[in-house]
């Protein structure tokens, strides 16, 4: 049963997106209205403030969630149903969700820095991207995360679902790194054959109007190509995080919080990123577990594999793929 059906909550869902948009509008009209470069200090500082509002909107769910639950009676229905263990469980599964969605956008870290350094994007307008690429992933994420919740009804499709991140989490492991070329892309060659690209950049400007003939620049393309890589990352991160809770509240929230620190974790470890070298294996692991939590784990514990247990796993697998990385530096090519 759904602890948080839409047809109660949809004020909520409404409330939630207001926030979030009263917060992407502060972001780029107040603290970032002029392009600038930004600062590994500024960076640190946003990414403290994204990850607080998400400790913060958790420990208000928990809250909500203690004194809601002893009241609904269509709660209390289900035997044996616990209204603080079920509160528990639902901070959780939200942090864990969190966790897992964070980790995953690592990747997407790295595809940023390989974009930006094709196109030639210099550091000031790199954020002007960023905001309106995850501008466009919010809408996307909403999308397949409305689709994965209706999907979730088919019990089929939580096997196929969990089979799909454990192929993922192995092709991860084993398949080579590849250099991107976004000029390969079918849609951005497609794209190009219905809108002129101008050579070089016009400022932050997107499009560009010379000769009573509209031109996109370099900076949109890299934009469409970050859309476009997102969406690949979506088919990936959506059912992985179903597989820790089947509230599309939890979902949608912990998704949404994920990307919203993903510009300031950018610019926070864009510089240091290759140190990180054995986080894909982490990351690797971590698809392959919440896959197997899908097709077998959940079931062999009785319906719910503990999620306690995951958390913990989850934030072992990656803080160790972290610390090794950095214990046993990679060796370039000039050592």
């Not at 079918?186 to 050579?199: E, Q, S």
């Amino acid at each position: 049963m759904i602890l948080f059906p839409f047809a109660e909550y949809w004020w909520f869902y409404g409330a939630f997106l207001l926030f979030v948009l009263l917060m992407l509008a502060l972001d780029l009209g107040v603290f970032n209205r002029k392009a600038h470069v930004i600062s590994f200090k500024e960076a640190s500082a946003w990414s403290v403030v994204w990850v607080s509002l998400a400790l913060v909107f958790n420990f208000i769910l928990y809250r909500y969630a203690l004194w809601k639950f002893p009241q609904d009676e269509r709660l209390l229905a289900i035997p044996d149903f616990n209204p603080d263990l079920a509160a528990w469980n639902v901070s959780l599964e939200f942090l864990t969700g969190y966790v897992v969605e964070k980790s995953l956008s690592v990747d997407n870290i790295f595809v940023f820095v390989m974009v930006f350094a094709y196109f030639a994007i210099p550091p000031k307008y790199q954020h002007r991207v960023l905001f309106y690429g995850i501008l466009g992933a919010l809408v996307f994420r909403a999308i397949f995360i409305a689709m994965g919740s209706a999907l979730m009804e088919y019990h089929w499709i939580v096997y196929l679902f969990g089979g799909f991140l454990i192929l993922t989490g192995v092709k991860m492991m084993f398949a080579p790194e590849k250099e991107i070329d976004p000029e390969k892309n079918f849609l951005i060659r497609l794209f190009k054959k219905f809108v002129p690209v101008t050579p070089q950049l016009h400022g932050q400007k997107f499009f560009v109007r010379e000769n009573a003939k509209t031109y996109a620049t370099p900076l949109f393309i890299a934009l469409l190509f970050l859309e476009l890589t997102d969406i690949i990352f979506a088919v990936d991160s959506v059912p992985a995080i179903f597989a820790l809770t089947k509230e599309p509240m939890i979902v949608f929230t912990s998704n949404i919080f994920a990307i919203l620190g993903l510009r300031a974790m950018y610019f926070m470890l864009a510089g240091a990123i290759d140190k990180f070298y054995l986080l894909k294996y982490g990351l690797a692991v971590v698809l392959i577990f919440v896959g197997l939590k899908m097709v077998w784990l959940n079931d062999a514990f009785g319906g719910k594999f503990p999620i306690s247990w995951s958390l913990a796993f989850i934030l072992g697998t990656i803080a160790v793929s972290v610390v090794v990385s950095l214990m046993f530096p990679r060796k370039t090519k000039f050592e």
